[in-house]
C-alpha cells in the first residue's frame, strides 16, 4: 500500500501531497467511513466490489478510489472519461486480464467523470465487471441515475459523498498546516483567524479547493525570520476569484432551481431571494431564471393574482434591454412579488385535466349551434342554428347553453381557490351554476 500513497514529492501541488493514505488519515463522509459502517469495514478488510462514487468536487471520490485499491493491494488503473475512448478501455481491460492471469492480482479500473462516457463505452465494463477481470469503481458529480446506464448500476454499489463542512475542511487546514513531510510544516506558516475563515468560506466544501488556494496564499505570504505570515488582505485577495458551487446544468443547478420554485410556492420572499441570488453568484443566465420564474407565475399563481405574469414578462423585458447587473433587480422583484402573491395551482390542475380528457375522448363532434357559419350551405345544413349571444343576455349569461359536446356536460376542470382574485371568481362561477340548476329544476317542472 506504500507505494500506492507515495505523497513526498514537493513539486507536486499540495492537494496531491495532502492526499489520505489511510481510513484514519481521511477526513469527512463519516456517514459512509465511520468505523461500525460497512464500507470501511470493506475497505479495511481488502473486500473489492464495483462502486460509484457520486459527490461534488474535493469530497473525495479519487482519495477514496485508491485507497480501496490500495488496501486491496489491487493493481489501480486510472482512466478520464474525458479522454478515454472504447479502445483506452478495452487495453486497460486487456491489463486487467494479464494481471489476473500472471500474478493473481485484481484490478480496480478507475474512471474519473463516468458519467461523460457514453451508452457504447459504458456497456464494454459489463462482461468484464460480471466475471470479475475488473472492480470498476467510477467517480461522478452527476446524478448516476440520468447519467449511467441501469445495465452497469445494476451490477455496482452507488455511495452519495457530501460536501465537506467547516469542522472537516479545519481538519485538512491544519494537517497541512502542520505536516512537515508532505504540507507546508517546514515553511511554519502562521494564519490569523480571520484569514482562516476566508479561506474555509472561499474553500465551498472543497478540500482540493482549500489546499491549492492556501498553497498560493503561501507564496504571497509576508515573511518574518521562519515565518510565513498569511493574513486576511492575503487570503482575501487569493480568494475573491473563488465562485460558489454551480455546475449550470447538472445535479446542483437543478437542486438550486427547485429551492427557488418551492420557497416561491411556500410564500417565502426572504428564502426565494436567497436562492436567486445563489444561483445568480454561481453563473447561471439570468435569462434562465426569468423563464422558469415566469413559469411560477402560471403554475403557482395563476388567477389568485393575473397580474403576476405580466409582472413576470416585463421583469424579463427588463433584463433585455438593461442587462447585467441593473436588469437583474428586476428579476429579484418579480420573485419576492411572486413570494408574497396569494397562490392557485387552479389554472396548472385544470389545463392537465383538460388535456388528459381531450386525448382520451378523442374527436368528439363540436355541437352545431357551436359551429362556425360563413357560407350560406352551412346554415342550411344548420351550422350555428340556435346559438345564443351572451352579451345579449342578462349579465352576459345565457341560461342552460351547452358548450361541451353532448357526452361531456357537466364536466368541471377548473376548482378555483379560496385565494386573492380567484375567490371573486369562484363566486362567480357559483352564482352562475346556481342559475343553471334553476333554469333545469324549472324546465323539469314544466315537463
Known amino acids: 500500500m506504500s507505494e500506492l500513497f507515495e505523497t513526498t514529492n514537493k513539486f507536486r501541488p499540495l492537494a496531491d501531497r495532502m492526499r489520505p493514505r489511510t481510513l484514519e488519515e481521511f477526513v469527512g463522509q463519516k456517514h459512509l467511513l465511520a468505523e461500525d459502517m460497512p464500507l470501511h469495514q470493506a475497505i479495511e478488510a481488502g473486500h473489492l466490489h464495483s462502486m460509484v462514487f457520486w459527490g461534488p468536487p474535493g469530497s473525495g471520490k479519487t482519495t477514496l478510489a485508491r ?11 486510472s482512466l478520464s472519461a474525458v479522454l478515454a475512448g472504447v479502445k483506452e478501455i478495452r487495453e486497460a481491460i486487456a491489463a486487467a486480464r494479464l494481471a489476473q492471469d500472471q500474478k493473481g492480482q485484481a484490478t480496480v479500473l478507475f474512471v474519473d467523470e463516468i458519467h461523460r462516457l457514453n451508452k457504447a463505452q459504458q456497456d464494454v465494463f459489463l462482461p468484464h465487471m460480471e466475471d470479475g477481470t475488473i472492480h470498476l469503481l467510477g467517480a461522478t458529480t452527476e446524478n448516476p441515475s440520468f447519467e449511467i446506464n441501469n445495465a452497469l448500476l445494476s451490477r455496482a454499489r452507488v455511495y452519495v459523498l457530501k460536501v465537506l463542512d467547516s469542522e472537516d475542511l479545519e481538519a485538512v487546514l491544519e494537517a497541512a498546516l502542520t505536516d512537515e513531510e508532505r504540507g507546508v510544516g517546514e515553511s511554519h506558516v502562521e494564519l490569523d483567524k480571520e484569514a482562516r475563515d476566508v479561506l474555509i468560506r472561499a474553500a465551498d466544501g472543497d478540500a482540493r479547493v482549500l489546499l491549492n488556494l492556501l498553497e498560493i496564499a503561501l507564496d504571497l ?27 449550470k446544468g447538472g445535479e446542483y443547478f437543478y437542486d438550486q432551481i427547485s429551492a427557488l420554485h418551492k420557497a416561491v410556492r411556500g410564500s417565502d420572499p426572504d428564502a426565494s431571494l436567497y436562492w436567486l441570488c445563489r444561483i445568480l453568484d454561481g453563473g447561471c443566465d439570468p435569462r434562465y431564471i426569468a423563464r422558469r420564474v415566469t413559469r411560477m407565475a402560471s403554475e403557482d399563481i395563476g388567477n389568485a393574482a393575473p397580474q403576476a405574469l405580466n409582472l413576470c414578462l ?12 441593473e436588469g437583474e433587480l428586476a428579476i429579484a422583484s418579480a420573485v419576492i412579488y411572486l413570494a408574497c402573491a396569494p397562490k392557485s395551482n387552479a389554472a396548472y390542475k385544470a389545463y392537465k385535466l383538460a388535456m388528459a380528457q381531450a386525448k382520451e375522448s378523442g374527436t ?41 359536446p353532448e357526452s361531456l356536460v ?10 386573492g382574485q380567484e375567490k ?14 334553476k333554469a333545469v329544476a324549472n324546465e323539469l317542472v314544466r315537463e
Do not use: C
Request: hydrophobic fraction near 40%; aromatic fraction near 14%; charge should be negative.
Open 67 to 77: 485507497m480501496v485499491s490500495g488496501y486491496a493491494s489491487a493493481q489501480f488503473i
Open 221 to 247: 505570504a509576508v515573511r518574518e525570520g521562519e515565518k510565513a505570515l498569511i493574513n486576511v488582505e492575503v487570503m482575501q485577495q487569493v480568494a475573491s476569484q473563488g465562485a460558489r458551487r454551480f455546475d
Open 314 to 325: 416585463s421583469a424579463w423585458q427588463a433584463y433585455e434591454r438593461l442587462g447585467s447587473p
Open 364 to 404: 368528439l363532434e363540436v355541437p352545431m349551434h357551436l359551429r362556425n357559419a360563413p357560407t350560406k350551405l352551412m346554415k342550411d345544413l344548420g351550422y350555428g342554428k340556435e346559438y345564443q349571444y351572451a352579451h345579449d343576455s342578462e349579465g352576459a349569461y345565457v341560461e342552460g347553453e351547452v358548450y361541451f
Open 410 to 419: 357537466g364536466t368541471q376542470f377548473y376548482f378555483p381557490v379560496d385565494r
Open 424 to 437: 371573486a371568481i369562484a363566486e362567480w362561477l357559483q352564482r352562475i351554476r346556481e342559475i343553471a340548476d
